[in-house]
T-cell receptor
Framework: GDSVTQMEGPVTLSEEAFLTINCTYT??????LFWYVQYPGEGLQLLLK?????DKGSNKGFEATYRKETTSFHLEKGSVQVSDSAVYFC????????????FGAGTRLAVHP | NAGVTQTPKFQVLKTGQSMTLQCAQD?????MSWYRQDPGMGLRLIHY???????DQGEVPNGYNVSRSTTEDFPLRLLSAAPSQTSVYFC???????????FGPGTRLTVL
Protein backbone atom coordinates (compact mmCIF):
# COMPACT_ATOMS: atom_id res chain seq x y z
CA GLY A 1 0.00 0.00 0.00
CA ASP A 2 0.89 3.65 -0.14
CA SER A 3 3.35 4.89 2.47
CA VAL A 4 5.57 7.80 3.45
CA THR A 5 9.01 7.57 5.03
CA GLN A 6 10.75 10.57 6.51
CA MET A 7 14.01 10.97 8.34
CA GLU A 8 13.99 10.37 12.05
CA GLY A 9 14.62 13.22 14.38
CA PRO A 10 15.22 15.12 16.35
CA VAL A 11 17.13 17.48 14.11
CA THR A 12 19.01 20.11 16.07
CA LEU A 13 20.40 23.15 14.27
CA SER A 14 21.82 26.53 15.07
CA GLU A 15 19.99 29.62 13.89
CA GLU A 16 20.72 30.48 10.23
CA ALA A 17 21.80 26.92 9.41
CA PHE A 18 20.59 25.11 6.28
CA LEU A 19 17.77 22.60 6.78
CA THR A 20 16.95 19.44 4.87
CA ILE A 21 14.34 16.93 6.00
CA ASN A 22 14.17 13.92 3.73
CA CYS A 23 10.87 12.41 2.63
CA THR A 24 10.31 9.52 0.24
CA TYR A 25 7.06 7.87 -0.70
CA THR A 26 5.57 4.73 -2.20
CA UNK A 27 2.39 5.16 -4.18
CA UNK A 28 0.70 4.15 -7.40
CA UNK A 29 -0.34 6.71 -9.94
CA UNK A 30 0.12 10.40 -9.22
CA UNK A 31 -0.39 11.33 -5.59
CA UNK A 32 -0.44 14.88 -4.23
CA LEU A 33 2.32 15.64 -1.72
CA PHE A 34 2.27 17.90 1.32
CA TRP A 35 4.36 19.17 4.19
CA TYR A 36 2.50 20.01 7.38
CA VAL A 37 3.98 21.72 10.45
CA GLN A 38 2.87 21.30 14.05
CA TYR A 39 3.98 23.91 16.56
CA PRO A 40 3.98 22.95 20.24
CA GLY A 41 0.47 22.48 21.61
CA GLU A 42 -1.20 23.21 18.29
CA GLY A 43 -2.83 21.36 15.42
CA LEU A 44 -1.29 20.77 12.01
CA GLN A 45 -0.93 23.59 9.52
CA LEU A 46 -0.31 23.15 5.83
CA LEU A 47 3.17 24.41 5.01
CA LEU A 48 3.36 23.67 1.29
CA LYS A 49 2.06 21.31 -1.36
CA UNK A 50 2.75 19.94 -4.83
CA UNK A 51 0.20 18.18 -6.97
CA UNK A 52 2.23 16.92 -9.94
CA UNK A 53 5.73 15.86 -10.88
CA UNK A 54 8.38 18.62 -10.93
CA ASP A 55 6.10 21.04 -9.07
CA LYS A 56 7.89 23.08 -6.42
CA GLY A 57 5.92 24.05 -3.35
CA SER A 58 7.16 27.00 -1.31
CA ASN A 59 6.07 28.99 1.71
CA LYS A 60 7.77 31.00 4.49
CA GLY A 61 11.21 30.29 3.01
CA PHE A 62 10.62 26.53 2.88
CA GLU A 63 10.72 24.65 -0.42
CA ALA A 64 10.12 21.11 -1.64
CA THR A 65 10.15 19.68 -5.17
CA TYR A 66 8.00 16.72 -6.27
CA ARG A 67 10.51 14.27 -7.79
CA LYS A 68 8.72 11.33 -9.34
CA GLU A 69 11.90 9.66 -10.60
CA THR A 70 13.25 9.39 -7.05
CA THR A 71 9.80 9.33 -5.34
CA SER A 72 10.95 12.11 -3.03
CA PHE A 73 9.68 15.40 -1.62
CA HIS A 74 12.51 16.71 0.56
CA LEU A 75 11.90 19.85 2.63
CA GLU A 76 14.58 22.57 2.58
CA LYS A 77 15.15 26.00 4.05
CA GLY A 78 18.23 28.09 3.54
CA SER A 79 18.37 29.78 6.96
CA VAL A 80 16.31 28.49 9.88
CA GLN A 81 15.08 30.58 12.79
CA VAL A 82 14.28 29.67 16.37
CA SER A 83 10.60 30.15 15.49
CA ASP A 84 10.86 27.24 13.01
CA SER A 85 11.19 24.79 15.90
CA ALA A 86 8.29 22.36 15.41
CA VAL A 87 7.40 18.89 14.17
CA TYR A 88 7.26 18.52 10.39
CA PHE A 89 5.12 15.89 8.68
CA CYS A 90 5.37 14.74 5.10
CA UNK A 91 2.08 13.42 3.71
CA UNK A 92 0.57 12.17 0.49
CA UNK A 93 -2.94 12.01 -0.85
CA UNK A 94 -3.29 8.91 -3.04
CA UNK A 95 -4.62 9.18 -6.58
CA UNK A 96 -8.39 9.15 -6.21
CA UNK A 97 -8.09 9.21 -2.42
CA UNK A 98 -10.30 12.22 -1.99
CA UNK A 99 -10.26 12.37 1.75
CA UNK A 100 -7.24 10.30 2.71
CA UNK A 101 -3.91 11.59 3.84
CA UNK A 102 -1.08 9.19 4.58
CA PHE A 103 1.47 10.67 6.95
CA GLY A 104 5.09 10.04 7.74
CA ALA A 105 6.09 9.65 11.38
CA GLY A 106 7.13 13.28 11.73
CA THR A 107 10.51 14.93 12.28
CA ARG A 108 11.09 17.19 15.26
CA LEU A 109 13.24 20.23 14.53
CA ALA A 110 14.88 22.20 17.32
CA VAL A 111 16.65 25.44 16.42
CA HIS A 112 18.77 27.16 19.05
CA PRO A 113 20.19 30.67 19.03
CA ASN B 1 -14.29 32.14 10.22
CA ALA B 2 -13.37 29.97 13.20
CA GLY B 3 -12.16 27.19 10.87
CA VAL B 4 -12.19 23.73 12.45
CA THR B 5 -13.03 23.62 16.16
CA GLN B 6 -12.77 20.67 18.54
CA THR B 7 -14.01 20.10 22.07
CA PRO B 8 -12.87 19.21 24.62
CA LYS B 9 -9.15 20.04 24.52
CA PHE B 10 -8.33 17.46 27.20
CA GLN B 11 -10.22 14.46 28.58
CA VAL B 12 -9.45 11.66 31.02
CA LEU B 13 -11.63 8.53 30.95
CA LYS B 14 -11.71 5.27 32.80
CA THR B 15 -11.68 2.00 30.89
CA GLY B 16 -15.19 1.18 29.70
CA GLN B 17 -16.55 4.71 29.77
CA SER B 18 -18.05 6.27 26.68
CA MET B 19 -17.69 9.76 25.32
CA THR B 20 -18.08 11.89 22.20
CA LEU B 21 -15.41 14.13 20.74
CA GLN B 22 -16.96 17.09 18.98
CA CYS B 23 -15.79 18.60 15.71
CA ALA B 24 -17.32 21.48 13.77
CA GLN B 25 -16.28 23.53 10.76
CA ASP B 26 -17.74 26.74 9.37
CA UNK B 27 -16.16 26.65 5.91
CA UNK B 28 -18.96 24.64 4.26
CA UNK B 29 -16.48 21.86 3.49
CA UNK B 30 -17.85 18.60 2.13
CA UNK B 31 -15.08 16.33 3.37
CA MET B 32 -14.32 15.74 7.05
CA SER B 33 -11.99 13.27 8.74
CA TRP B 34 -10.80 12.05 12.11
CA TYR B 35 -7.18 11.13 12.77
CA ARG B 36 -5.30 9.92 15.78
CA GLN B 37 -1.71 10.88 16.48
CA ASP B 38 0.57 8.53 18.36
CA PRO B 39 4.29 8.99 19.08
CA GLY B 40 6.50 7.86 16.22
CA MET B 41 3.55 6.96 13.99
CA GLY B 42 2.40 10.20 12.44
CA LEU B 43 -1.36 10.55 12.00
CA ARG B 44 -3.62 7.67 11.10
CA LEU B 45 -7.09 7.98 9.58
CA ILE B 46 -9.95 6.66 11.75
CA HIS B 47 -13.12 7.58 9.81
CA TYR B 48 -14.04 10.06 7.16
CA UNK B 49 -17.11 11.57 5.50
CA UNK B 50 -17.66 12.87 2.00
CA UNK B 51 -20.87 14.67 2.87
CA UNK B 52 -23.87 14.72 5.19
CA UNK B 53 -25.20 11.22 5.69
CA UNK B 54 -22.13 9.52 4.18
CA UNK B 55 -19.29 8.05 6.25
CA ASP B 56 -16.62 5.42 5.69
CA GLN B 57 -13.84 3.68 7.57
CA GLY B 58 -10.23 4.68 7.49
CA GLU B 59 -7.11 2.81 8.53
CA VAL B 60 -7.91 2.29 12.25
CA PRO B 61 -11.72 2.37 12.73
CA ASN B 62 -12.17 -0.27 15.45
CA GLY B 63 -13.65 1.08 18.68
CA TYR B 64 -14.94 4.29 17.10
CA ASN B 65 -18.25 5.36 15.58
CA VAL B 66 -19.11 8.43 13.55
CA SER B 67 -22.16 10.04 12.02
CA ARG B 68 -22.63 13.12 9.83
CA SER B 69 -26.11 14.58 10.13
CA THR B 70 -25.08 18.09 9.03
CA THR B 71 -22.34 19.53 6.85
CA GLU B 72 -20.86 21.39 9.82
CA ASP B 73 -20.55 18.66 12.46
CA PHE B 74 -18.70 15.35 12.57
CA PRO B 75 -18.62 13.83 16.09
CA LEU B 76 -16.46 10.85 17.00
CA ARG B 77 -17.85 8.40 19.57
CA LEU B 78 -15.93 6.01 21.77
CA LEU B 79 -18.45 3.44 22.98
CA SER B 80 -16.24 1.66 25.52
CA ALA B 81 -12.89 3.35 26.01
CA ALA B 82 -9.71 1.26 26.23
CA PRO B 83 -6.17 2.30 27.23
CA SER B 84 -5.07 1.69 23.62
CA GLN B 85 -7.23 4.66 22.65
CA THR B 86 -5.04 7.06 24.62
CA SER B 87 -3.93 9.46 21.92
CA VAL B 88 -4.31 12.93 20.47
CA TYR B 89 -7.28 13.18 18.11
CA PHE B 90 -7.46 15.61 15.22
CA CYS B 91 -10.43 16.52 13.10
CA UNK B 92 -9.86 17.88 9.59
CA UNK B 93 -11.96 19.20 6.74
CA UNK B 94 -11.45 19.81 3.05
CA UNK B 95 -13.41 21.70 0.48
CA UNK B 96 -13.89 20.92 -3.18
CA UNK B 97 -11.56 23.70 -4.33
CA UNK B 98 -8.23 22.16 -3.38
CA UNK B 99 -6.48 19.05 -2.04
CA UNK B 100 -5.33 20.45 1.30
CA UNK B 101 -7.00 19.57 4.58
CA UNK B 102 -7.50 22.01 7.45
CA PHE B 103 -6.95 20.67 10.94
CA GLY B 104 -8.50 21.48 14.30
CA PRO B 105 -6.40 22.07 17.44
CA GLY B 106 -6.79 18.50 18.71
CA THR B 107 -8.20 16.67 21.73
CA ARG B 108 -5.76 14.94 24.07
CA LEU B 109 -7.46 11.82 25.47
CA THR B 110 -6.12 9.64 28.27
CA VAL B 111 -7.81 6.34 29.12
CA LEU B 112 -6.84 4.89 32.50
Amino acid sequence: GDSVTQMEGPVTLSEEAFLTINCTYTATGYPSLFWYVQYPGEGLQLLLKATKADDKGSNKGFEATYRKETTSFHLEKGSVQVSDSAVYFCALRPSGGYNKLIFGAGTRLAVHP
Amino acid sequence: NAGVTQTPKFQVLKTGQSMTLQCAQDMNHEYMSWYRQDPGMGLRLIHYSVGAGITDQGEVPNGYNVSRSTTEDFPLRLLSAAPSQTSVYFCASRGLAGPEQFFGPGTRLTVL
